[in-house]
């Protein structure tokens, strides 16, 4: 692999970090208004699966294990009404760019 090509993926890795920690942070500060823990969907009630990606490992919700899941469905819509991604308890979650559908999971350190 050429030199470019390692730097642009460590480019890559290092964006989507500042980004996560972006993200998660606004997500902190912004207004608690609408966005009680009573209003989120119980995300005990998803089956989630072990995944390793380029920046470690995460959780990963598909819709075929999830596809009867009331929790799931109210988990995809939140997501899309949040950018596709936020922090809830603990976890950095989002709704996956391609078109499967699936979200992911990563507890924050």
């Given at each position: ?23 998660g942070r606004l ?83």
């Open positions: 692999m050429s030199s470019e090509v390692e730097f642009l993926i460590k480019l890559r890795d290092a964006a989507a970090m500042i980004l996560d920690a972006s993200e997500e902190a500060l912004a207004p608690t208004q609408g966005k009680t823990s009573d209003s989120l969907p119980d995300m005990s009630m998803i089956a989630w699966k072990n995944a390793i990606g380029s920046r470690g490992g995460f959780e990963v919700a598909e819709v075929t294990s999830n596809k009867d899941s009331m929790s799931f469905k109210q988990l995809q819509q939140v997501l899309r009404e949040h950018n596709r991604g936020m922090t809830i308890s603990g976890y950095f979650v989002w709704l996956f760019s391609d078109s499967s559908g699936s979200i992911g999971r990563k507890r924050k350190a």
